[in-house]
């Protein structure tokens, strides 16, 4: 089974900052690998797929990238809606959840 | 517009059974892969099952294999997730979850709101 490492688990940060998190998979995904953003009581929304394309609606602050086993989502400047907990996905090889990471206000 | 809508959540004593449904609307369902994610009370997503456009391909995490069985009624645009043999660590929020695009390698553009399992006697 692919394994989803997911890092940091806890986020805190400031409107206007830059964010980064980072997932790592146990194996090659070839690039099969999605984000997600949950807020409390909802479903998740799709943000990014293909570690790099940006979902239809999506703003284009958020970003994806890719080297090896390792990916990144990136949020170029915080806004009061990005508050949240995302989620990385691989589906590659079945379907896996990394453990989730929580960006709070600071 | 898109929309997938669960039912059929409950409370149900360990051991025993529960069918959710997904009705979905605003595509072409029988083009497309579905999925169950469920989320535990404070807990990350956990992947449950997926199953192909056609509905000939099933695939199960190792948590709910032999118990849980998904199929899919292509005429009625509506998906299912059969639980048998319900433990208390399904308990969970249920979400029924559209795939992106053709076949099977997919992520999950459209999820529904979930609908709420609780296994306890």
């Known amino acids: 089974d692919i394994q989803m490492t997911q890092s940091p688990s806890t986020l805190s940060a400031s409107v206007g900052d830059r964010v980064t998190i980072t997932c790592r998979a146990s194996?090659?995904?070839?690039?099969?690998l999605a984000w997600y953003q949950q807020k409390p009581g909802k479903a998740p929304k799709l943000l990014i797929y293909k570690a790099s394309s940006l979902e239809s609606g999506v703003p284009s602050r958020f970003s994806g990238s890719e080297s090896g086993t390792e990916f990144t989502l990136t949020i170029s400047s915080l806004q009061p809606d990005d508050f949240a907990t995302y989620y990385c996905?691989?589906?590659?090889?079945?379907?896996?959840f990394g453990q989730g990471t929580k960006v709070e206000i600071k | 517009e898109v929309q997938v809508l669960e039912s059929g959540g409950g409370l149900v004593q360990p051991g025993g059974s529960l069918r959710l449904s997904c009705v979905a609307s605003?595509?072409?369902?029988?083009?497309?892969?579905m999925s169950w994610v469920r989320q535990a009370p404070g807990k990350g997503l956990e992947w449950v099952s997926t199953?192909?456009?056609?509905?000939?391909?099933?695939f199960y995490a190792d948590s709910v294999k032999g118990r849980f069985t998904i199929s899919r009624d292509n005429s009625k645009n509506t998906q299912y997730l059969q639980m048998n043999s319900l433990r208390a660590e399904d308990t969970a929020v249920y979400y029924c979850?559209?795939?992106?695009?053709?076949?099977?390698?997919?992520?999950?553009?459209?999820w529904g709101q979930g609908t709420q399992v609780t296994v306890s006697s």
């Open positions: 199953i192909s456009a056609s509905g000939i391909s099933t």
């Open positions: 996905q691989q589906y590659d090889s079945f379907w896996t």
């Open positions: 194996q090659s995904i070839s690039g099969w």
């Open positions: 605003g595509f072409t369902f029988d083009n497309y892969a």
């Open positions: 979850a559209k795939g992106n695009t053709l076949g099977v390698v997919i992520a999950f553009d459209h």
